[in-house]
């Protein structure tokens, strides 16, 4: 793996969870009880999507911030999203702070939408490649994007 990539490895572990490795921190993401096969004993992929979100977009403002020495105090994030049939088609992403406010905080935003990564991949949605393999899960993949496994690529939809 390159500098200019991550990976994140996800296994199932039964009924809708999947436990994921990212960075060498676990992260399990579940359906609730409510979905057949779901347990509810963590978030559902799509919060976790909207976490990525804000968690991305807080780093973002608070860099900015940083960046500019701008004071910034309780600043809190949050990202609503809304679904359109099996996919969200919008996000709101409001960005609250006790200190900048106003104008000074709008240029803190707008500073901010130019260095997420997770914001500006959503803007521009990348290609998305799928690749298959059968055998001990620990062989790693074939790398994506290359060879016959991936010709049955698809752009994102929006």
């Not at 901010?112 to 521009?124: D, E, H, I, N, Q």
Request: glycine share 12%.
């Amino acid at each position: 793996m390159g500098a200019t990539e991550r990976t994140v490895h996800a296994r199932w572990s039964g009924g809708l969870r999947s436990v994921v490795d990212a960075g060498g921190f676990e992260v399990v993401s579940d359906e609730p009880t409510g979905v057949p096969g779901g347990t509810g004993t963590g978030p559902q992929p799509t919060e976790l999507l909207l976490a990525s979100i804000a968690s991305c977009f807080t780093t973002a403002v608070a860099y900015s911030a940083a960046k500019r020495n701008v004071a910034l105090s309780g600043l809190r994030v949050d990202v609503t999203g809304r679904y359109k049939g099996p996919s969200f088609d919008a996000f709101r992403i409001d960005v609250h702070a006790d200190a900048p406010q106003g104008e000074e905080l709008d240029k803190l935003v707008e500073a901010a939408k130019r260095v997420c990564y997770v914001t500006r991949t959503l803007a521009s949605p990348p290609q998305l490649d799928y690749t298959t393999s059968s055998g001990s899960p620990d062989v790693a993949p074939a790398a994506s994007g290359t060879g016959p496994a991936a010709s049955s690529s698809e752009a994102a939809a929006g």
